[in-house]
């Protein structure tokens, strides 16, 4: 995979965090590469399908406490639901992934889906290695961002 598909979503998660939620982000490690199959670092994981001038998808994952800091920051709130937790996380990922699509041409997105749960095993068809990009926001805690996508 080439790195100008890695940098729009490092630039759009930092972007997208420090104006929706007015916080910042920073990289928290080196890029790995993953080549089969995804068990996720962290309990709270969102996936996003891309199609089009590329095909594949993203992952953006943190544990549930974190992402409850962020989606009560993200909707205004100080007290969320699960269905809060899960709508608000999902929405972020939508917003980083389409600033990202929008610097790589003709780009689709599918609608993005949440879920928890600790040990997750996700299984993926596609021929590209996942890169998973490290990152943490200061205040709250870790989080991953995952990239698999190739051009078609």
Request: hydrophobic fraction near 45%; charge should be negative; include cysteine.
């Amino acid at each position: 995979m080439k790195i100008e598909y890695i940098n729009p979503f490092i630039q759009a998660a930092e972007d997208t965090f420090k104006a929706m939620c007015s916080v910042d982000v920073e990289r928290d490690g080196e890029l790995t590469v993953r080549k089969a199959g995804l068990s996720p670092a962290y309990g709270l994981i969102g996936v996003i399908g891309l199609s089009g001038s590329v095909k594949g998808a993203v992952l953006m994952t943190m544990d549930v406490g974190t992402g409850r800091k962020v989606i009560m920051k993200f909707l205004g709130e100080t007290m969320i639901t699960e269905a809060d937790l899960f709508d608000g996380f999902g929405e972020l990922l939508n917003i980083i992934s389409g600033a990202a699509a929008a610097k790589l041409g003709k780009v689709h997105l599918a609608i993005p889906a949440v879920m928890t749960g600790e040990n997750q095993k996700i299984h993926s068809v596609q021929c590209s290695p996942w890169v998973i990009i490290p990152m943490r926001f200061p205040e709250w805690g870790k989080f991953n961002l995952e990239v698999a996508m190739e051009e078609v």
